[in-house]
């Protein structure tokens, strides 16, 4: 399984941008996924997960702000993010499946301008 994000970018404060996790392989539609991020100097963080069946989790700090979707048919997971803020910017990260058996993407990096 390999997975490619893509849709980083600068945008400035307020801004938008979706972020797409494509999936290779065939289990995506019976996994669950979503995206992390790890901002300078933190630690790693779950910004948002969907399950296979479409339950969605968001971070508190993301609420209200951010969607997650998933189109099984493409094997992508999407993050919208919308009232971008600058404790936003940092890299995102998809992940399929769940310990101990997940898949990680490489990263995509937004950087939010104030």
């Known amino acids: 399984v390999q997975l490619q994000a893509s849709g980083g970018g600068l945008v400035q404060a307020g801004g938008y941008l979706r972020l797409s996790c494509a999936a290779s392989g065939s289990i995506f539609a019976i996994s669950a996924t979503g995206w992390y991020r790890r901002a300078p100097g933190k630690q790693r963080e779950l910004v948002s997960e969907i399950t296979s069946s479409g339950i969605t989790t968001y971070a508190a700090s993301v609420k209200g702000r951010f969607t997650i979707s998933r189109d099984n048919a493409k094997n992508t997971v999407y993050l919208q993010m919308n009232s971008l803020k600058p404790e936003d910017t940092a890299v995102y990260y998809c992940?399929?499946?769940?310990?101990?058996?997940?898949?990680w993407g490489q990263g995509t990096l937004v950087t939010v301008s104030s």
């Open positions: 992940r399929l499946g769940r310990p101990p058996v997940d898949y």
